[in-house]
């Protein structure tokens, strides 16, 4: 893809990761129903804890963003 003077491919791994982390219910089900509208695609995650936690969405570049359902571990 190439948007401006930048020139950008497919994500270096499946490992890099955008992570929120959305700990109300509701608010995690809108999320995932909007990522799903907008045409991102659910996909297992290569590492397993994150679809225990949460939902793993790929883009057609192949970035990653997960919805993870608790709160930060601060």
Excluded: C, I
């Excluded at 791994?13 to 608010?27: C, D, G, I, R």
């Excluded at 509208?37 to 963003?65: C, H, I, K, Q």
């Amino acid at each position: 893809m190439l948007v401006g003077l930048f020139a950008f491919g497919r994500s270096p791994s499946q490992e890099h990761l955008l992570v929120f982390y959305v700990p109300e219910a509701h608010a995690l089900q809108q999320a995932v129903a909007q990522m799903k509208a907008a045409g991102f695609l659910p996909v297992v995650s290569l590492n397993s804890y994150w679809d225990e936690v949460g939902y793993t969405f790929e883009d057609p570049d192949g970035y990653r963003t997960v919805l993870e359902g608790r709160a930060w571990p601060v």
